[in-house]
């Protein structure tokens, strides 16, 4: 069985692949901001950031039905998985700090401390050419940064540019795979896609979770 990636990220991709898993990706397009404030606008209230992390998951997998699957293209027979992670340190959120000033003053803030990571998912059942279901998760994990990170140290982990465009502003799984002393949790959550969710929510619906495996044992 095939599974759909509502997302061309790297990370995400590695994951699944890292797990036995080759999913076909498209790229989904959503206005977050304008849907975001629309929601919660709906409820009257703003969404907690693991609320968020799920509905952003689900307005991703949603778009890439709507727009490749029976009533668009037709191309998607299989799982749609979409899905979001947002990093928190004291409470706030910390998205991709983009800048290099904006990456090292969130790196310093964080050395020594524990940040949580949120990491949504929503995966539609689309097989057999229609809808049939939907369902949504967030895991969770608790990341450490050493605390004896050396001003010079994190200097040149920015330099690299890789926790420019990452939530939280850094990347377990490449530089700074070093500077994390503990992490609680799945590690592949950190990462922005927890496999463990996305197993439970595979047999949720119904499906084997073997059955995504490219060995095709299910």
């Not at 990636?5 to 080759?22: C, F």
């Not at 509905?55 to 998607?76: C, M, N, Q, S, W």
């Not at 949120?118 to 279901?133: F, N, P, Q």
């Amino acid at each position: 069985m095939r599974l759909i990636l509502a997302s061309t990220s790297p990370a995400r991709l590695s994951v699944l692949r890292g797990a036995g898993i080759e999913p076909r990706c498209f790229a989904p397009e959503v206005d977050e901001e304008t849907e975001v404030a629309a929601r919660e606008a709906e409820l009257g209230r703003a969404l907690t950031a693991p609320e968020l992390t799920e509905y952003l998951g689900r307005l991703k997998a949603e778009d890439v039905v709507r727009r490749h699957g029976p009533e668009g293209t037709g191309e998607i027979d299989g799982l749609v998985l979409g899905g979001d992670s947002m990093f928190l340190l004291d409470g706030e959120i910390l998205g991709k700090p983009h800048l290099p000033e904006v990456a090292l003053e969130r790196s310093k803030r964080h050395r020594g401390r524990t940040g949580v990571l949120h990491s949504g998912h929503w995966l539609i059942d689309c097989t057999g050419g229609e809808v049939r279901a939907a369902a949504g998760a967030v895991d969770t994990a608790r990341v450490t940064l050493s605390a004896d990170l050396g001003d010079q140290e994190l200097a040149d982990y920015v330099a690299t540019g890789e926790p420019l465009e990452l939530a939280g502003g850094f990347a377990i799984d490449g530089l700074a795979g070093a500077f994390i002393e503990r992490i609680e949790g799945a590690p592949s959550c950190v990462i922005g896609l927890s496999l463990p969710a996305l197993r439970r929510l595979v047999i949720g619906l119904g499906h084997p979770y073997p059955a995504l495996w490219e060995t095709g044992t299910a």
